[in-house]
């Protein structure tokens, strides 16, 4: 996959943003199981829809980094806190080294980037006293580093037509929002979207596809439950190009009989899709959940091997301490990050852009 924005169709960075605004080894298969069981076994009853947010955009719109910084309020507001308490009048030394290391790794923020932020702090400043402002600021240049290379829009390159966008994640990471949300900003956009809802395995997943898919005006291809999702997949492709879709965005089931059953699910849905284009699908899209923290990591090697995952979407930023997260699944994976979540609605979907996360997480 390549990114050069010459060949593509469409540029997730710009439609993604709201038009006002200024531009380790792999894990043991027990650790993969626990990954992916973030609940029990489902049980038999039904549990009830989310209701999808309100498309309208609130009638003030905050700008986008506002947002970005309201949302990511817990995250720096821990670090800043515990930064002061370590630095506020001691000299950076061996213990307030170690110290920082400790929070940074609390944060989730990955112990090879702990480590590298001690060592550029560490430089020049030993043993005299150093202002939380400046460990913040050393901390933001070294998360925007790491993030600069996986920060990329989604590109719809090439002439596929539709582009098939599988849509894939452990079960209420916010598959199913996202791609609202993503159907949404395509249609603003202009484009033909269908929706496929390859969730069959609970009737209140496709009942609320079938909600975004009115409120966006999305054709949504549906079967009922437990129909088989891979024949759902290849039905939804031959539709979208009936209907002369450019985009396809197939949901899919988070939470199966078990992991394994998920993953031979999801193999099926790309063999069957390839028979109608070989290429297809032309994205994997990784949805992450924020809150749950180092899981994450787990659920990346997972879904990275078994499905093919080309990027990630980083949900549920809002109301957790845990954004680091986000930083630690980069410097190790290097996978795009394609667009973050900071919230349930509609317009709380952006491009993913490493500086201002930085600051949102280290300067706010
Ligand atoms: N705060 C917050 N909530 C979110 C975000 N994205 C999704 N949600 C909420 O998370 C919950 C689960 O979202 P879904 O989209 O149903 O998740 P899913 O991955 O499709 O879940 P399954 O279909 O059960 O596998 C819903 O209540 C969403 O509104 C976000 O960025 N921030
Ligand atoms: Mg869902």
Excluded: C
């Amino acid at each position: 996959m390549s990114d050069t924005p010459a060949k593509s169709r469409s540029l997730f960075g710009r439609f993604l943003r709201p038009a006002a605004e200024p531009a380790p080894p792999p894990p043991e298969p027990a650790e993969a199981a626990a990954a992916l069981q973030q609940e029990p076994a489902p049980p038999p009853v039904e549990p009830p829809v989310t209701p999808p947010p309100q498309v309208e955009a609130p009638a003030k719109k905050q700008g986008w980094f506002q947002r970005l910084k309201a949302g990511l309020t817990k995250t720096s507001a821990k670090l800043s806190e515990d930064i002061a308490g370590i630095f506020t009048k001691r000299k950076l030394d061996a213990d307030t080294l170690q110290e920082l290391e400790d929070l940074l790794i609390q944060a989730d923020l990955g112990v090879e980037t702990a480590m590298r932020i001690t060592e550029a702090l560490s430089k020049g400043r030993y043993n005299k006293e150093i202002a939380p402002a400046e460990v913040r600021a050393v901390l933001a240049a070294e998360v925007e580093r790491v993030l600069t290379p996986v920060a990329k829009p989604l590109l719809l390159e090439g002439d596929h037509r539709p582009h098939v966008i599988l849509v894939v994640g452990v079960n209420g990471t916010g598959k199913t929002t996202t791609i609202g949300k993503l159907a949404q900003r395509f249609v603003q956009e202009g484009k033909k979207v269908t929706l496929a809802a390859g969730d069959t395995f609970r009737a209140a997943a496709i009942d609320q596809l079938e909600i975004w898919g009115e409120r966006t005006g999305a054709e949504v291809v549906a079967r009922g439950v437990g129909a088989d999702s891979a024949g759902l997949a290849f039905d939804a492709l031959k539709r979208a190009r009936e209907n002369s879709s450019e985009v396809l965005l197939i949901d899919t089931a988070g939470r199966l009989q078990n992991k394994q059953a998920l993953m031979e699910e999801l193999e099926k849905v790309i063999r069957v899709l390839r028979k109608i284009d070989p290429e297809a699908p032309h994205q994997v899209l990784l949805v992450l959940d924020a809150t749950t923290g180092q899981n994450a990591l787990n659920q990346v090697e997972v879904f990275k091997d078994k499905a093919g995952v080309t990027g990630l979407v980083m949900t549920k930023l809002d109301g957790t301490a845990k954004g680091g997260i986000l930083v630690a699944i980069s410097a190790k994976f290097g996978l795009p990050v394609h667009a973050i979540g900071v919230g349930e609605g509609v317009e709380d979907l952006a491009a993913f852009d490493a500086g201002e996360f930085a600051r949102a997480v280290a300067l706010s």
